[in-house]
């Protein structure tokens, strides 16, 4: 045992060594881009990947031949998990704190990125190496004590998402949906990297009229002889991103009290459904326009905005289906065994809900990017980063439309109706396949 | 039966009262509450103490909390919106906002009642023709409609018209120093209904594609209905069956819908206002915000609330006669 302990031990140190080169390497790479927050995400990155190591080490030390093994490594996992999530919380929390109108966009994503590669790098390392001290013959053993072997569930898994692949690409529309969403994502993705010109700087065109495309500007140029479609490329990004954290967030919110609201009833109900009344009378884009007059222009306001406006709709739905759920023989009996809520709710409500979750969250995205083109149009996003919303913006502002600089607004306007159309309709062909019965429409 | 709809009604004004109070408890939370010194988001830092002061005392900050709470309640009721610092300084809002009230008034009503006769005639086409060409091809230009943001069609109208009528107004309410030329009343009206075109258009078209869809799926669930097959059993003409059994029916989802979507409406006015330099509600509100003119924001912000508010209760009193079971 002593002996598996030091091969184990070098093992951990290998694995501390490759992230640390792996951090520097990232750490470069944000001084590269001249960012001086860079050093945060890190920092965060090394409490969770230590706090992940420490663990496991204690646990061996102190558990050396320990009950279940498997239980063992699952309760190692969720620490991890829940480590990383409560440092991105935070984390995200003093981004959000510390977020001025001066911020950049390409920092923002980095860091992001940073963050959840790293967490997500160390959680799944101190992972693997936990199976391996514990050794992964008997786990294999015990499971297939069980029952089930594990590749046997992954098998299980896999064909439920061919079958689910299988169902969805037989709707055409859909798979064009997410083909042009596919493309408009990489576009957006790798845009900043490939842009042509820089879309922050005029041209050496001297005309301070919008010209029509030509050879070297493909989209033309627009009032101060930026590249029209440089802008285009970098301005994808910021509409993606915000439109999908806000709509996964109002999903989230929408979700928890949908569920808590249609199960425990009573006076929860009665609040949370009030609540949503009461939202639903207020007009969206005024609410979203006073909030963010009150409270500031930055990403990370636009998306808690966002999601403080769209959830009460979500909720309505998730209620009604919990409700119809929660009436179900399976339940009662389930509860007459002596189930508690929690497991109730984990192993019977959520399953049934998680659908319609994931069909409204695809249509909460779509909303979002209704949201974000509207609070930029009007002036309101962020104000100092380059998205489709903002370019529309200072065309309306330079009065494009009347001179007729087609050049210069049908790329963003173009892009924004298809990201919307794409999502809505991928969002109706997963519905479509999950909901069978609403095919005869 | 009367007694059971005066009662109806009563319930509905009481649940109305009380959600307008709390209207008016959220918005003072939102203005007053929540941005530590209101005087501070208004005026810029370094403006001269005694100014901030005067302002300070003219919009009741200076009072206890409690005390402007009330005191926002008591205004409410007294269609007292407080003074204007930028837009007319010193100006009662509640004398400046008629005319703009009046405006988005008559751009939101055409344009819904416009929506909502088109939309409901196509999704009934469309409804009753279910599968065949006119069906598919509506449902698609349905989804394309209804992913375009209000402020695209805008943009789209405006580039169309600056290419074919290069005389049109493209902004305004009217034209500039029409209250002062002398026009007869009826080149006046002229005048004011070719501003109005475009915008009403951007409204009107924006929300025909939500209508249709709703009336066409309200009206396949109720030709479903065995009731149907009867009437169609008992040798009814098909427009009867459609005009006299079905659309009747599917008219509570229709109505309820309406309702809702007032508010996307509002929402979608004043994008396009905000384009056109229409002068109603939503441009005071965008030029609420670019000044900082935080009384202005909160008003038009209650305004377009409380319309919404009433509108669903319209929609609560219509729902009643059209649907025989509240009464029982």
Redesign the interface.
């Known amino acids: 045992m002593a002996e598996s302990v030091k091969v184990n031990a070098v093992k951990i140190l290998k694995y501390t060594i490759a992230i640390g080169i792996f951090l520097i390497l990232v750490e470069l790479l944000a001084r590269h881009r001249g960012l001086t927050t860079a050093g945060i995400e890190t920092i965060v990155a090394m409490q969770i990947g230590l706090a992940g190591t420490i663990l496991s080490i204690v646990y061996l030390v102190t558990k050396k031949e320990p009950m279940t093994q498997r239980k063992l490594a699952l309760g190692m996992l969720w620490v991890n998990l829940i480590v990383t999530f409560v440092c991105l919380a935070i984390y995200i929390a003093l981004m959000i704190l510390n977020m001025t109108t001066s911020f950049d966009l390409v920092s923002l994503i980095v860091q992001c990125i940073a963050v959840t590669i790293i967490g997500y790098a160390f959680s799944i390392l101190s992972m693997i190496s936990i199976i391996e001290l514990i050794g992964k013959s008997r786990i294999m053993k015990l499971e297939t004590a069980i029952g089930k072997s594990r590749s046997e569930n992954i098998r299980i898994r896999w064909s439920h998402i061919g079958h689910f692949w299988k169902e969805y690409s037989k709707s055409r529309v859909g798979t064009i949906a997410l083909a042009i969403l596919v493309i408009i994502s990489v576009i957006a993705i790798i845009g900043p990297f490939v842009a042509p010109q820089d879309p922050h700087l005029p041209q050496p065109v001297l005309s301070l009229t919008p010209q029509p495309p030509s050879e070297k500007y493909l989209m033309g140029t627009d009032f101060e002889d930026k590249d029209v479609f440089s802008q285009f490329l970098i301005g994808g990004m910021p509409v993606l991103i915000v439109s999908f954290v806000a709509g996964t967030m109002s999903t989230v919110i929408g979700a928890l009290t949908g569920v808590i609201a249609g199960y425990y009833g009573r006076k929860s109900e009665e609040v949370i459904m009030r609540t949503t ?2 939202f ?8 979203m ?3 963010i ?2 409270l500031g222009r930055s990403f990370g306001i636009v998306i808690i905005v966002i999601g403080i406006v769209s959830w009460p709709s979500m909720t309505r739905l998730i209620r009604a289906q919990v409700l119809s759920v929660k009436e179900k023989m399976y339940i009662e009996r389930s509860r007459a065994f002596g189930a508690s809520d929690l497991y109730i709710i984990r192993r019977h409500i959520l399953p049934n809900v998680f659908p319609l979750v994931v069909v409204n969250s695809i249509f909460m995205i ?1 909303g979002a990017i ?1 949201s974000v ?2 609070l930029d ?4 996003g962020n104000p100092n980063t380059i998205s489709w919303g903002w370019m ?1 913006e200072r065309a ?1 502002e330079h009065s494009a ?4 600089y ?1 050049w210069w ?1 049908t790329p963003p ?1 173009v892009g ?2 298809l990201l ?2 794409c999502f ?2 991928i969002g109706d062909t997963i519905d479509g396949v999950w909901n069978p019965r609403l095919k005869r ?1 | 039966m009367a007694r059971s709809m005066r009662g109806y009604i009563i319930r509905r004004i009481i649940y109305l009262l009380l959600t307008l109070l709390l209207i008016v408890s959220f918005n003072f939370l939102l203005f007053h509450v929540m941005p530590g010194d209101p005087i501070r988001l208004i005026f810029p830092k370094g403006a001269d103490p005694e100014t901030l002061e005067t302002w300070r005392h003219i919009l009741g900050y200076d009072k206890p909390l409690w005390e402007q709470f009330v005191n926002s309640i008591i205004h409410t009721f007294e269609l007292n919106f407080g003074t204007s610092v930028r837009i007319a300084p010193g100006a009662a809002i509640s004398d400046l906002l008629p005319p703009y009230i009046l405006r988005t008034l008559f751009m939101v009503g055409f344009g819904t009642v416009i929506a909502v006769a088109i939309g409901q005639r196509w999704g009934r086409e469309a409804a009753w023709r279910k599968g065949g060409l006119f069906d598919r091809a509506s449902s698609t230009l349905c989804i394309v409609f209804y992913s375009i943001p209000a402020f695209l069609y805008a943009i789209l109208g405006i580039m169309i018209f600056a290419l074919i009528f290069p005389h049109w107004p493209l902004s305004g309410a009217t034209s500039p120093g029409s209250e002062f030329a002398s026009m007869d009343i009826f080149s006046k009206i002229i005048d004011i209904l070719q501003h109005a075109f475009l915008p009403m258009v951007a409204i009107t078209v924006a929300s025909i594609a939500g209508f249709s869809l709703v009336v066409r799926s309200s009206l396949l669930d109720v030709l479903t209905e065995d009731y149907i097959l009867t009437a169609e059993a008992k040798g009814l003409e098909p427009e009867d069956v459609l005009k006299k059994h079905a659309m009747p029916n599917a008219m509570l989802p229709i109505v309820a819908n309406i309702a809702i979507s007032v508010g996307y409406i509002i929402s979608g006015e004043v994008i396009v206002e905000y384009i056109f330099s229409y002068r109603g509600l939503g441009y005071l509100s965008y030029e609420a915000v670019i000044s900082f003119d935080f009384p202005v924001l909160e008003a038009t912000f209650f305004i377009m609330t409380v319309s919404v508010l009433i509108s669903n209760f319209i929609a609560d009193i219509l729902n009643f006669y059209l649907d025989p079971r509240v009464k029982i």
């Open positions: 009344d009461f639903l009378v207020l007009p969206w884009l005024p609410f326009i006073v909030l007059a009150l779509s209704f083109a509207f149009f009007f002036g309101l529309l309306q439309m009347v001179n007729l087609w607004i306007a924004i109706v919307i159309m809505y309709l429409r």
